[in-house]
């Protein structure tokens, strides 16, 4: 059965087709609406590799050439569009509607607009690529699969905030979590490699990519997570502060002119890694810190500690660890950072074999005593909406 995943961002659109749970083809509309927009289109059983340049006034528009591609008599993989039986769609705020990925009815929609104000960023780009694809592949199943499901598990003391309920009630404010597709996918891959059944591992899993996040699974489930209401809250990222003081918004607009919805950009915005060196490439940030860079050994040392803070306090909920989880971009390739997040975690049990950690050939980079095993584990979200739209629709 053919599934296509889509991603939609408000300039962009990531595509994939699977057959079952192998991918057939892959790629990217972006700078849609632009004066010059690009596709790219990949698909590796034929060697074809293409980059086309061309106005894409609109997400159908982009989505149509997609599909026209898709149709190629030489380039394609399809024979018509019904092929297609499934979309899966990323959805980054689910609310507490939904802890489970669900088939798209008006009832399904509906409550993914009002979950709007709370992801305002994503939400409507998301919903764009529903409607999208509901025209173009009106004969599949249209699927939601929620960055925010897999944390709905998250017990009452966990997601509430100490302000009053009627915060909750009234407006929804809670902890939601998000980068819930990526830490299940990565928590069933480590399961397998640790030959328990999930339900049965304790595990931390770290989202290091340009937006991060940590996770405290307990019996399989999802217990605490680093993100809050919104992707701003936990570990420092490319552009995001991570955890302040909430008070400092206040401070910022009295005292430099700006608004609040100012002061809210540069934290989401100009802040984390790019606050603190002016670069985002966490690869160059690396090399700048080797290069004896000040403002970059800074920086990686603030990431490392506030990732360790972070194991610390999930390693006080979990119970007896099996396993930290590194993964997405950072994660998987920079042994740099995991070499100095574990770095005097040897007390609680976690040892890493810095020949493993550096060579990165296996999953698995604890020393042979470590009684914490340390796991390199690769996400794949797109694979793991792929299943779960798979699963829903068969």
Same mark, same amino acid.
């Given at each position: 059965?053919?599934?296509?995943?889509?991603?939609? !961002?408000?300039? *962009?659109?990531?595509? %994939?087709?699977?057959?079952?749970?192998?991918?057939?083809?892959?790629?990217?509309?972006?700078?849609?609406?632009?004066?010059?927009?690009?596709?790219?289109?990949?698909?590796?059983?034929?060697?074809?590799?293409?980059?086309?340049?061309?106005?894409?006034?609109?997400?159908?528009?982009?989505?149509? %050439?997609?599909?026209? =591609?898709?149709?190629?008599?030489?380039?394609?993989?399809?024979?018509?569009?019904?092929? $297609?039986?499934?979309?899966?769609?990323?959805?980054?705020?689910?609310?507490? %509607?939904?802890?489970?990925?669900?088939?798209?009815?008006?009832?399904? =929609?509906?409550?993914?607009?009002?979950?709007?104000?709370?992801?305002?960023?994503?939400?409507?780009?998301?919903?764009?690529?529903?409607?999208?694809?509901?025209?173009?592949?009106?004969?599949?199943?249209?699927?939601?699969?929620?960055?925010?499901?897999?944390?709905?598990?998250?017990?009452?003391?966990?997601?509430?905030?100490?302000?009053?309920?009627?915060?909750?009630?009234?407006?929804?404010?809670?902890?939601?979590?998000?980068?819930?597709?990526?830490?299940?996918?990565?928590?069933?891959?480590?399961?397998?490699?640790?030959?328990?059944?999930?339900?049965?591992?304790?595990?931390?899993?770290?989202?290091?990519?340009? !937006?991060?996040?940590?996770?405290?699974?307990?019996?399989?489930?999802?217990?605490?997570?680093?993100?809050?209401?919104?992707?701003?809250?936990?570990?420092?990222?490319?552009?995001?502060?991570?955890?302040?003081?909430?008070?400092?918004? !206040?401070?910022?607009?009295?005292?430099?002119?700006?608004?609040?919805? %100012?002061?809210?950009?540069?934290?989401?915005?100009?802040?984390?890694?790019?606050?603190?060196?002016?670069?985002?490439?966490?690869?160059?940030?690396?090399?700048?810190?080797?290069? !004896?860079?000040?403002?970059?050994?800074?920086?990686?040392?603030?990431?490392?500690?506030?990732?360790?803070?972070? $194991?610390?306090?999930?390693?006080?909920?979990?119970?007896?660890?099996?396993?930290?989880?590194?993964?997405?971009?950072?994660?998987?390739?920079?042994?740099?950072?995991?070499?100095?997040?574990?770095?005097?975690?040897?007390?609680?049990?976690?040892?890493?074999?810095?020949?493993?950690?550096?060579?990165?050939?296996?999953?698995?980079?604890? *020393?042979?005593?470590?009684?914490?095993?340390?796991?390199?584990?690769?996400?794949?979200?797109?694979?793991?909406?792929?299943?779960?739209?798979?699963?829903?629709?068969?």
């Amino acid at each position: 059965m053919k599934i296509l995943v889509l991603n939609a !961002g408000s300039s *962009s659109l990531k595509y %994939q087709v699977f057959e079952d749970e192998t991918m057939l083809a892959h790629g990217m509309v972006e700078q849609i609406g632009e004066p010059l927009g690009d596709l790219i289109y990949e698909y590796p059983a034929k060697n074809i590799n293409l980059k086309i340049q061309e106005v894409i006034s609109d997400h159908k528009e982009g989505l149509e %050439q997609v599909l026209a =591609l898709l149709l190629d008599p030489e380039k394609g993989l399809l024979s018509e569009p019904s092929e $297609i039986k499934a979309v899966g769609h990323r959805v980054v705020h689910g609310g507490t %509607q939904f802890s489970t990925p669900v088939i798209i009815d008006s009832k399904a =929609l509906q409550a993914i607009k009002d979950c709007v104000p709370l992801a305002p960023l994503h939400n409507p780009a998301n919903i764009l690529g529903i409607e999208t694809a509901t025209q173009v592949f009106n004969q599949a199943k249209q699927v939601a699969v929620f960055d925010t499901a897999f944390h709905q598990t998250l017990p009452e003391h966990s997601y509430l905030y100490a302000l009053d309920p009627s915060y909750f009630k009234d407006y929804g404010v809670r902890r939601y979590g998000f980068h819930g597709t990526s830490h299940k996918y990565v928590a069933l891959r480590a399961a397998e490699q640790l030959l328990k059944p999930l339900e049965q591992c304790n595990l931390i899993t770290l989202h290091l990519g340009n !937006g991060a996040s940590a996770c405290a699974i307990k019996n399989g489930v999802s217990v605490d997570t680093s993100m809050g209401l919104t992707p701003l809250e936990g570990l420092i990222m490319g552009t995001r502060s991570g955890d302040l003081d909430p008070a400092i918004l !206040g401070f910022l607009v009295e005292h430099t002119g700006k608004s609040l919805d %100012q002061v809210e950009k540069v934290l989401n915005k100009a802040s984390g890694l790019k606050g603190l060196t002016g670069k985002v490439d966490f690869r160059e940030i690396c090399e700048d810190a080797i290069a !004896g860079n000040e403002a970059a050994k800074l920086a990686l040392d603030m990431t490392a500690y506030r990732i360790k803070k972070y $194991i610390g306090a999930y390693l006080a909920i979990t119970g007896p660890l099996d396993a930290i989880i590194f993964t997405a971009g950072i994660g998987e390739h920079s042994s740099q950072l995991r070499a100095e997040v574990c770095k005097g975690l040897e007390h609680l049990g976690l040892e890493l074999d810095l020949t493993k950690n550096q060579n990165s050939s296996g999953p698995e980079i604890s *020393s042979d005593g470590s009684k914490i095993k340390i796991l390199v584990v690769p996400t794949n979200e797109e694979l793991q909406i792929a299943r779960e739209a798979l699963a829903l629709v068969k």
